[in-house]
């Protein structure tokens, strides 16, 4: 199988509680809020000729380095194959993260493969919803300002 990327625009998909922004007056941006809970939430169809998600990124621009609290969610369904089940992953939960950068540096976080790795088996068509959220009342999120993401990248094989 050969290596495919897809890129997840900061537009698509839903959001609960995040806005938008502009960075540099040409990327777009979702925000998160500090002090609440936010998600950005985007599905993607498997891509022809892969069948397994090598890796999950999420690209950000920092504003100050501190650490953010943020859980990685992923879900499963074969939309040829209706009532059947919805495989859920959200055991990349609570993840305490440290941002290293600030001065609108741009960087990426790595989701653990825990994030998605009980999905089952995925067939090219297969739609894969992808959620990111910011714990940003927890205790353990240092990071006082807007946190701000450009995208996500996701790799197949």
């Known amino acids: 199988n050969a290596a495919k990327t897809v890129w997840m625009d900061p537009g698509c998909g839903s959001f609960d509680g995040s806005t938008s922004t502009q960075i540099e007056a040409v990327f777009p941006a979702r925000v998160f809020t500090d002090g609440a809970a936010i998600g950005w939430f985007c599905s993607v169809r498997v891509p022809t000729g892969t069948t397994a998600i090598s890796k ?14 943020n859980d990685f969610w992923t879900g499963h369904i074969n939309p040829n194959a209706l009532g059947g089940d919805i495989a859920t992953d ?22 653990s493969s825990t994030a998605y790795d009980a999905l089952g088996t995925l067939t090219p068509g297969d739609v894969i919803s992808f959620g990111f959220i910011r714990r940003g009342a927890d205790a353990s999120d240092t990071y006082n300002a807007n946190f701000k993401v450009i995208g996500g990248q996701i790799s197949w094989q």
């Open 56 to 69: 999950w990124q999420v690209i950000y621009v920092a504003e100050v380095a501190a650490n953010i609290v």
């Open 90 to 111: 959200i055991s990349d939960s609570t993840i305490v993260r440290a941002i290293t950068l600030s001065n609108s540096s741009s960087s990426i976080i790595v989701a």
